[in-house]
């Protein structure tokens, strides 16, 4: 699992935004940059990576319209973030102000779990803590990996957590009418999972109710997976 330190949103204009994890460089090139997303724009996805250590601050970013707004810390994440460890690692926007963020914070030492935060109408609400997913993460290591919006309180969000036994599991969590729901093992992954090591990389979401999640597994050697929602319900990997 990866991390750093605070974790800062910013807003841009008249398209939303981008994050600024404390700790990495923007124009650092190495292992762990992080890569400018220019082409991103309304409705699309773009990922902020670790932060590497001689860095001193990391944007990902969204060409801005007009001019970035003041970075703030995710609401709500320092209450939840009591190992002093957390990051932003998805950002999507379905519309100006209307977007969803994703990532993991330490609530307690080693120990990690998986949040969400949505903007709405340009104002950040509180960051929560993936419902459901703490039923999950038995392990103590979960995150979000990628987030994704089709419109405003309609978003899709995936990525894993060790289970009791130390194993990674990937997981899908939507968003229908601006309440998540509980996030659950991505259907039939676990048939192929046989070594443990499974994730979700990406969630595009086209339409309400309609995504698609592709990531890794470890089977008979390292896998690739993908899974489908269809009127809101996940089908098989």
């Not at 707004?69 to 009591?82: D, F, Y």
Request: glycine fraction near 18%.
């Amino acid at each position: 699992m990866r991390t750093t330190g605070r974790v800062m949103i910013v807003a841009a204009g008249a398209i939303s935004l981008s994050v600024a994890v404390a700790a990495s460089a923007a124009a650092s090139t190495g292992a762990g940059a992080v890569a400018p997303a220019w082409p991103a724009a309304q409705g699309m996805t773009t990922r902020v990576g670790p932060a590497a250590p001689w860095d001193a601050a990391g944007i990902g970013a969204v060409r801005p319209a007009d001019s970035w707004g003041r970075a703030i810390g995710v609401p709500g994440l320092a209450a939840l973030n009591k190992g002093g460890n957390a990051e932003v690692n998805s950002v999507s926007c379905a519309s100006a102000g209307n977007c969803a963020a994703g990532g993991s914070y330490a609530y307690r030492h080693h120990h990690s779990q998986g949040f969400v935060a949505v903007e709405r109408h340009g104002r950040w609400g509180a960051a929560i803590e993936v419902p459901g997913l703490g039923a999950l993460n038995k392990g103590g290591a979960a995150e979000v990996s990628s987030v994704s919006c089709a419109s405003a309180g309609s978003c899709a969000a995936g990525g894993e957590y060790l289970d009791r036994h130390g194993r990674a599991q990937a997981f899908v969590v939507s968003q229908d009418n601006g309440t998540w729901g509980k996030a659950i093992e991505v259907p039939g992954l676990g048939a192929l999972n046989k070594g443990g090591n499974a994730y979700v990389s990406s969630v595009s979401c086209a339409s309400a109710g309609s995504c698609a999640a592709g990531g890794d597994y470890a089977g008979r050697g390292s896998g690739a997976f993908v899974v489908s929602q269809r009127n809101g319900a996940w089908g098989k990997a």
